[in-house]
């Protein structure tokens, strides 16, 4: 909840009292409560919306594209990985991104690994970050994840695909000249 009211407001101690007024007001409307969505949704929006007011407020306004990222107008990959118009299956991969089914099972599921992609994780964009650790380390559904951070199907499934790309190039070089 730190991170997600982080998104929106200057400070962390801002970001504090933002998650200590959510759970207030999860308190206070519990009873309100329809169940249209999961629980955690309900509490993410009310976090969300509390956090908007108190970013607003307090004067910091954020363009949204400063938070899904500078990379917007750029291809998540280079074209060239991609088979040209007129080839057999236009637009497929050229070549498939490496396979690392021969790498030892305990490295992939080293703490080295793990820490690699927290870090590349921790590199992105606070909304790219933020969809990724939603979605596959937390495993909640798109439509939580939309519902919870109030983005279009569209824009979450632009921030997923740019993250776990990102973090797939990351994986890719650290990888990179090991024996598999």
């Known amino acids: 909840m730190l991170r997600v009211a982080r998104m929106y407001v200057a400070s962390m101690a801002v970001a504090e009292e ?8 999860v308190l206070q409307g519990i009873g309100r409560f329809e169940g249209r969505s999961s629980l955690r949704t309900w509490i993410f929006r009310i976090l969300v ?4 007011t108190r970013g607003q407020r307090e004067g910091r306004s954020v363009p949204f594209a400063t938070l899904a990222g500078d990379d917007l107008d ?39 690994t793990r820490l690699a992609i ?12 933020e969809v990724i650790r939603l979605r596959d380390v937390l495993g909640w559904s798109s439509e939580e994840v939309r519902n919870a951070l109030d983005l279009t199907e569209t824009n979450q499934r632009v921030l997923l695909h740019r993250a776990r790309a990102k973090v797939r190039r990351a994986l890719d070089s650290r990888f990179e000249g090991s024996d598999r």
């Open 74 to 112: 750029r291809p998540t990959w280079d074209p060239s990985a991609f088979r040209g118009p007129g080839e057999p299956l236009a637009g497929s991969w050229s070549s498939l991104p490496d396979d690392w089914s021969g790498v030892p099972e305990e490295q992939l599921l080293g703490s080295e």
């Open 118 to 129: 927290a870090h590349a994780i921790d590199a992105l964009p606070p909304m790219q970050a």
């Open 49 to 52: 919306n509390i956090a908007k």
């Open 18 to 25: 933002v998650v200590q007024e959510a759970w207030l007001g």
